[in-house]
Structure formats: structure tokens, C-alpha cells
């Protein structure tokens, strides 16, 4: 067989437990590994898997979770299954047998959660797939080879199967542990597979067979003196392809015609992944550093939201809820530690215990909040202007006035900056040592929120005026205005919010609705809308430094090209009262979050090219 398997024949099952319930210490490396593995395979220039044909298995409490759809995969399958497999590898009573470890599983019990893997090559053993790929990613993973001429389940599985092409991948050896770092993103064999794929092999032809794969992996990991990886091979499966090499592509690149067409600048295609309910409304969404977890704030309380798998912490006082609602949510860069922000106060919490522990910052609420990036400080924004926070002790060390109320709060990369916004209608920079104030920028109308750009040179302002606004940091130049201008054929385009007490607005008036707060939401004919809605209430800088994302109240977020301004895509919500509230990219620039007010928020991923 020769090329890339077929991607609409071919499956792939990524399962992963990164959580456990019982002594088994956790392991966060592998919910990074899962959605990365995922995400390369979709790659078009790698396999392009349809992202139907790839399923991601995030902490199986059951059996039945982790078995049935390797089952469906091993059903659909024609061209190629594969079958990856990241936690705890467990010992059985019979020496030669693996248990893959659930999230409920427990090392001490004499039974505890987990499959055999016997169990899993049996039902792998059905498909009709030319080409058969197994990667265990655990300790003792090699007991899943089996043994040649032995009587053990797991060689007998491999042997009996009717498959030519069978591979099976172990991280380590049948009486070795794994590796996982505290600290990296990802565990240590899977971190050298995903680099081999994302990177190519140099030398190499277009594609890339199991065992140049495994070959390079091996070499890797022993230059760097971890763990060996094992395989299993049946007749010639290691010539068998998987993927296309990166590293050719780039060589034919190089080497190509003088004059070549210049590829696009950009060519983003947001990918929704999915759209979270939370029943309340949305005001704040922010990536950990991790880019695995989701910081909420919405309605009374906020979440940390882990993506894989989806569970929720929610933090409260006390006992209860929050008595208003949560403006804002920051996360420290040490992803240990998030800050609230609502009317009576602001909290600091840590929030990788079992239980998230509350630390009083200041009695005075705030609206708005942001880390340093070193984490020894915070900002908060509010009613009474901005202030600065040592972390550790709780003390104001510093305060900046503003005459009206602060919208929007952040550091500069280098912690040395703070960009402030205001309903005067203008972004202030303060030196964070001096208290000085180093330049200020004005809107036509209120400034509602600020960010700096990845490298600190530039910063962003959105606007009520329906502007985004894109600065020099040293001199205040406006380099880049973006407008959010009106599309009629959007839902809700020219919606408003009125308080139910007012009297009817003195326009024309096509419909009108309930709010879950109890206000009245009116749509104006288009050419009769009201000039304050579009505004922008959110921006944010890609990690690259290439995109401006802004959210707006015409419920709509919409990517732009810092170069030339030009928008590149825009996603849109079902429509609210004010819209998009909140935009963030994940720091690995894979993600998208948008929230809004109509009590959810969306999830996309960001298909960029080589160069992005």
C-alpha cells in the first residue's frame, strides 16, 4: 500500500485519563496530549481526518466508555483504525497482563477501574482496516506486545488476528514505567511523537512509515536518556504509511521554482468545536496557561472548565453563591491561582486543591481584573479607578485615578505597563513603578476594553463608537482602526436593551422579546437602528502577534489581519442584549473562545497555514 491512508475509511480513537478519584496520582500532561494527537491528524497536510472520523475519550469512568467507541471506530473503519491510549498502566494478577487504568481506579484496591488491554485488542481484532495502529502511551506497556512463542493473552490476540497490518507502540517496557514531567505539556514518549509528526523527518521521503516514526521517536528519547519505547510488528506493517512528512514538504519547498506563488497571508478556518451552556450570563472567558482549561465568569459564580471532558469547579463564598455577579476572572501565569471580581469584592483562590481557597485581596469591588505577568501582582478596575495589589499580602501598593468608571485592565508583557480604559472615552498607559502616566488615546465614546499585543509594542482598545483601535505603545500613533459595521442578514442585528420601566422607544419597533433579567429587548428596522449598538466590548491579540480578535454587541466576534486590516472571519452567537462580551485565544494559538450574554460560549479551532 502505498500514500497517505484514505482519511474518510480511516478512524481514530485518542483515550486518555489525566484525573483520578482514587491514590493514583494524576496526570495533566495527558489531556494536552490528546487534543494535540487529534489536532495533527486533522492537519490536512499531515492525514486530514475529518474531525467526525476522530474521537477524543477524556477520563472514562466505565468501561463501556472507553470500549464502545473503539468498537464503532473498528465497525467503520476500512483503510486504517488507530487506537491511542495515555494514563496509568496497572499490574493484574497474571504477570503478563496490562490493565489500563479509569478514572475511578485505585492501585491499592485488590479490584479496581480498568480494561485489559486483551479486551481492547479483541474488539480491534474485528475490523476491516488494511492497516492496524495501537499506541500505549502508559507504564508497563510493553506487557501488550506480548511474548513470542508464549501463551498469554496479549500475544495470542496479536497472532490470531487476520490483519496484515498490525502495529503496536509501547512508551515503555513490559516492567518499566512511563514518564510524565511535572510541568511539561506533555508526557515524555507522546511529546516525541507529536514533534516527529509536527516537525517531519529530515532525509526522508513525502511519507512517513510506522517505522521511521518509531525509529525517530526512540532515537529521541534516548538522546535525552527517558525511557525506550517497544513494538510489535505483524508480517510488514512497519513499511505501512501513516502520515506525510513535513520536513519533505518543506525541502521540495525550498528547492521549488525561483518565482513560486506567494501563498495567502492567511488561511484561517474556524472550526466550531463545540458550544458550552451555562445558564447564566457569560461575562468573562479566559484560557489557563495551559491551554486545557477554560476560566468562566458567569452569573453568580465562576468555573474552571477542563475542555477534555468538560468538568467543572465552581467557585463560591462560602457556602453559597456570590451575592452579585462576577464581572471578571484573571488566571496567574503559574495557572494556580485565579482572581474574581464582583460588586462587594475581589478574591484571589487557588484553585488547584480539592477544595479552591479563598484569600481576600480588597473590600472594595471591582468590575475588572488582570494579573502581572510575573503573578506578584493584581489589577483591579472598577468604580474608584484602578489599583495595583501585592498578592502575597493583600496590600494596595498603588492607585490610578480616572473620573469616570474603568472598563478594562492589562499588563504589558513585561509587566512594566498598565493600560487602562474608561467611559470618558479614554485608554490611559501608567508606569506600574512610578505611578506615572506615560500617554493617553481617545474613542469618539466609551472605551470598554484593552490588551496589549504578545511583544508589548503595540495595545488595542475597543470602543462604544463600534471601533477597534490598534496602537503604539511608545507614542500613542493609531496604527490600525477596525469597524464592526452592520450585516443585515445577521439575526438580531439591531437589537437593544431597555429597562421594562421606561416608556416604549420612539422608533419603529419590528419585535420584541423577554429577557431572563427581566428586560424587554427591541429590534429596530435597519435603517433605524440605535447608534450606540455595535459596540466593541472585547479585543484581544493572537499569540503571534498576526490577528486582532474583537467581540461586539451586533453579536458577533470577527478576526482581522493586523497587516492590512482586513477581516478574515467573523463567528456569531445566536444574539443577546450587548452581544460578544468576551474573545481569547489559547496561548498555543490552537483555540478560539468566544462568550456572550445569550448564556453561552462557543468553541472553535483555528486552522492557520504553515506559517501562522
Known amino acids: 500500500m502505498k500514500g497517505v491512508p484514505d482519511p474518510a475509511a480511516s478512524r481514530a480513537v485518542f483515550i486518555g485519563t489525566s484525573y483520578y478519584t482514587g491514590s493514583l496520582p494524576d496526570l495533566p500532561a495527558v489531556a494536552s496530549n490528546l487534543v494535540a494527537l487529534a489536532e495533527l491528524l486533522c492537519s490536512a497536510d499531515l492525514l486530514g481526518l475529518p474531525e467526525q472520523n476522530c474521537v477524543v475519550v477524556a477520563d472514562p469512568e466505565t468501561p463501556a466508555q472507553m470500549i464502545d467507541p473503539i468498537v464503532e471506530a473498528a465497525v467503520e473503519a476500512t483503510d486504517t483504525l488507530l487506537v491511542y491510549y495515555a494514563g496509568h498502566g496497572l499490574l493484574a494478577r497474571q504477570p503478563t497482563e496490562l490493565h489500563l487504568a479509569l478514572r475511578g481506579s485505585d492501585q491499592q484496591r485488590a479490584s479496581y477501574t480498568a480494561v485489559p488491554y486483551g479486551v481492547i ?15 500505549l502511551d502508559c507504564c508497563y506497556s510493553g506487557r501488550a506486545l506480548g511474548r513470542m512463542g508464549s501463551d498469554d493473552p496479549a500475544t495470542a490476540l496479536a497472532d490470531e488476528a487476520a490483519i496484515a497490518g498490525t502495529y503496536v507502540i509501547a512508551a515503555a517496557g513490559e516492567t518499566k514505567t512511563a514518564l510524565a514531567v511535572p510541568g511539561e505539556r506533555h508526557t515524555a514518549f507522546t511529546a516525541e511523537l507529536l514533534a516527529t509528526l509536527q516537525h517531519g523527518i529530515p532525509g526522508e521521503g513525502p511519507y512517513l512509515s510506522l517505522d521511521s516514526i518509531f525509529q525517530e521517536v526512540a532515537a529521541s528519547l534516548r538522546a535525552k536518556q527517558r525511557p525506550l519505547p517497544q513494538r510489535r510488528i505483524r508480517n510488514t506493517a512497519g513499511q505501512l504509511i501513516l502520515a ?6 518543506e525541502h521540495a519547498e525550498a528547492h521549488g521554482p525561483a518565482d513560486p506563488s506567494p501563498p495567502p497571508p492567511h488561511d484561517l478556518e474556524p472550526t466550531h468545536l463545540r458550544t458550552l451552556a451555562k445558564n447564566a450570563l457569560v461575562h468573562r472567558v479566559v484560557f489557563t496557561p495551559d491551554s486545557a482549561h477554560l476560566a468562566v465568569a458567569c452569573g453568580k459564580t465562576a468555573q474552571v472548565l477542563r475542555l477534555a471532558g468538560q468538568e467543572t469547579v465552581s467557585l463560591r463564598d462560602g457556602n453559597r453563591l456570590f451575592a452579585s455577579h462576577v464581572r471578571d476572572v484573571a488566571v496567574a ?3 494556580h491561582r485565579l482572581a474574581t471580581a464582583h460588586d462587594q469584592r475581589t478574591v484571589i483562590w487557588a484553585i488547584r486543591q480539592e477544595e479552591p481557597r479563598p484569600d481576600r485581596i480588597g473590600s472594595t469591588g471591582a468590575g475588572h481584573v488582570a494579573f502581572s505577568p510575573d503573578g506578584r501582582l493584581l489589577a483591579t478596575a472598577g468604580s474608584d479607578g484602578a489599583h495595583i495589589w501585592d498578592t502575597a499580602s493583600g496590600t494596595r501598593l498603588r492607585t490610578f485615578p480616572h473620573s469616570h468608571y474603568v472598563k478594562g485592565v492589562a499588563f504589558s508583557p513585561d509587566g512594566s505597563l498598565l493600560a487602562t480604559g474608561d467611559l470618558a472615552g479614554t485608554a490611559h498607559i501608567w508606569n506600574v513603578a512610578s505611578g506615572a502616566e506615560v500617554l ?4 469618539s465614546d466609551r472605551v470598554h476594553a484593552v490588551a496589549f499585543s504578545p511583544d508589548g509594542s503595540l495595545f488595542a482598545t475597543g470602543g462604544r463608537d ?4 490598534v496602537w503604539t505603545t511608545a507614542t500613542g500613533e493609531n496604527m490600525l482602526t477596525v469597524v464592526h459595521h452592520w450585516d443585515p442578514d445577521l439575526p438580531h442585528a439591531h437589537s437593544a436593551y431597555r429597562d421594562p420601566r421606561r416608556p416604549l422607544p420612539d422608533k419603529p419597533v419590528y419585535a420584541t422579546y423577554g429577557d431572563l433579567n427581566g428586560g424587554l429587548v427591541y429590534e429596530f428596522a435597519p435603517d433605524t437602528a440605535p447608534s450606540n449598538n455595535g459596540r466593541v466590548a472585547a479585543v484581544a491579540f493572537s499569540p503571534d502577534g498576526r490577528l486582532l480578535a474583537t467581540g461586539s454587541e451586533d453579536n458577533t466576534a470577527r478576526l482581522w489581519d493586523l497587516t492590512t486590516g482586513a477581516q478574515l472571519h467573523q463567528v456569531l452567537h445566536r444574539g443577546a442584549p450587548n452581544g460578544v462580551v468576551s474573545v481569547a485565544f489559547s496561548p498555543d494559538g490552537r483555540l478560539f473562545a468566544t462568550a456572550s450574554h445569550d448564556q453561552t460560549i462557543q468553541l472553535w479551532r483555528l486552522k492557520a497555514d504553515r506559517s501562522t
Open 333 to 335: 501565569s503559574d495557572g
Open 440 to 443: 493617553t488615546v481617545t474613542h
Open 121 to 135: 485488542g479483541e474488539e480491534m481484532a474485528r475490523t476491516r482496516a488494511e492497516r492496524h495502529v495501537v499506541v
Open 244 to 249: 506525510r512528512n513535513r520536513a519533505f514538504a
Open 466 to 469: 463600534r471601533s477597534a483601535r
